[in-house]
Each structure stands twice: as structure tokens, then as C-alpha cells.
């Protein structure tokens, strides 16, 4: 069921998206060759609860971390460990975090070190199919104006889009409805009111889209090994448009 906010949730949600903007903020000169993804998840942590905050990944579903950590061909949900990384890695920081009893999400993909330009254009095009999607957010339209807005963007730039894979309503829970496919049809889909709030989330792969999942039963990576990359955002429908909350405060 789709639910549409209260002010009093929307002021709520706006906290805990701010705060997600915070803590990619603090972490960000921390990624670096040499620290292991589970030293970073540690930072996190630590950054949420000092803040009166809850990371809600940990223990959702089982998952046993603060962040998704999720490097090079690891689309989504890779678990922290004593992987150290490299210079020319990059990593996806996705975090959940709730803010009494309500959710804000986002993930952005960062580079260590000097990457290679196949990871660079990868990075720059998967970041600007976000806001191509974000653009399509405004009373009227449906979530298949999404979908195919990101969808169109990610194919012209020849990167393949993870089908298996999508955004999501967001709330009381990390998980809400709708579905936010990064694929689809023009005017199809749930229609988009004032007071909806969705995750958008592009998870595009510099190869091809197939993706298979590892045995830990979380870590998702591409078939063929290409590199991927996953932008998202926390985003308000309004009255005449859209308000992003989780900002990119760097």
C-alpha cells in the first residue's frame, strides 16, 4: 500500500535524510587505499548512534552491518569485511538510517585513489541517470516516467541497467511501496501525489546487466565481472515538483 506522509512524518524524514547526507559527508576523506570496508562500516556507526540515530541495515533481514559496502563489480549489498581497498577502486556507501521510527536512505559510488576512465564515465553517467529520473518527479506523472527517463539515459550512454534491481517507497520502513523499476514504460505505473516519498536508484553495470548473487545470500555482483556503479536519493513528491532529502553535502 502506498502511504502518503503527514507533515509531521515529513519533518521526521527530513531529519534522518539529513543525516544520511551528514554521514556520506564524514566518511568520504576516510575512503582511502589501505582502510578495510568493515573499518568504515565501524565509522559509521559510531557517526549514526552519536546522532541519536539508528542504522537500520543491521539486523534488517538478517544483514549484519551498518552500511552496504559494495566495491567494483559488487552491484549491491556487499558486507563489510577486512577487504582493504586499493587505489583504483571504487565503492558504493549505502546506508539506512532512522530517525524516531522513520527512514532516510542513499547511496553514492566513490572512487580511491585515481580510477581509470571507464570507471569515471561509469561513475559521472549513473549519478546523471538519477536526476534524469528525479527530473520526472511531480503530481500527475506515474513512476513508469521514472523508470523509462533512467532507463533511456543509461542505454544512450551504452551502460547496462540491472533489472533485477530497484527502488522502492520509503517511510516507517526502509522497503515500502511502490516498486521504482530503473526500467519501464512512460505513463504506466502508480501515479506520483503530493506527499509520497521514494528512494530512486539507478544500479548500472559498465558491461552488461546480468548480475548473480553470492552464497552469503545478500552480495549481488555483474556476470561478466565490468564494474558497477549506484546512485540514490530520498525523494519528496510536492505539490509542484520534487524535494530531494538526502542532499549531497560535499
Known amino acids: 500500500m502506498i502511504t502518503i506522509k503527514s507533515e509531521r512524518e515529513l519533518e521526521l524524514m527530513r531529519h ?105 564515465y561509469l561513475m559521472e553517467h549513473t549519478e546523471k541517470a538519477l536526476y534524469e529520473g528525479i527530473k520526472e518527479v511531480k503530481p500527475g506523472n506515474r513512476i513508469g516516467d521514472i523508470s523509462a527517463a533512467v532507463q533511456k539515459y543509461a542505454e544512450s550512454h551504452n551502460l547496462g541497467v540491472v533489472h533485477e534491481l530497484c527502488g522502492h517507497g520509503i517511510g516507517r520502513d526502509m522497503h515500502e511501496d511502490p516498486e521504482v523499476p530503473n526500467f519501464g514504460i512512460e505513463n504506466t505505473g502508480p501515479r506520483l ?32 565481472g565490468e564494474p558497477a556503479a549506484h546512485y540514490e536519493h530520498t525523494v519528496l513528491v510536492t505539490d509542484d515538483g520534487y524535494e530531494i532529502f538526502t542532499p549531497r553535502l560535499d
Open 16 to 120: 534522518a535524510g539529513m543525516l544520511v547526507s551528514k554521514m556520506h559527508k564524514f566518511i568520504k576523506p576516510y575512503i582511502k587505499a589501505g582502510i578495510t570496508t568493515k573499518e568504515l562500516d565501524k565509522l559509521c556507526e559510531d557517526f549514526i548512534l552519536k546522532n541519536d540515530a539508528v542504522p537500520s541495515c543491521k539486523g534488517y533481514e538478517g544483514f549484519p552491518a551498518t552500511l552496504c559496502t559494495s566495491v567494483n563489480d559488487t552491484v549491491v549489498h556487499g558486507i563489510p569485511d577486512n577487504y582493504k581497498l586499493k587505489d583504483g577502486d571504487i565503492i558504493t556507501i549505502d546506508v539506512v538510517i532512522g530517525y524516531k521510527g522513520y527512514q532516510g536512505d542513499a547511496a553514492w559510488t566513490y572512487a580511491v585513489g585515481e580510477i581509470d576512465d571507464d570507471k569515471k
Open 193 to 224: 501525489k503530493p506527499g509520497m516519498v521514494i528512494c530512486i536508484e539507478p544500479m548500472l553495470t559498465f558491461g552488461k546487466r546480468y548480475v548473480y548473487q553470492l552464497d552469503d545470500d545478500w552480495t549481488v555482483k555483474t556476470e561478466d
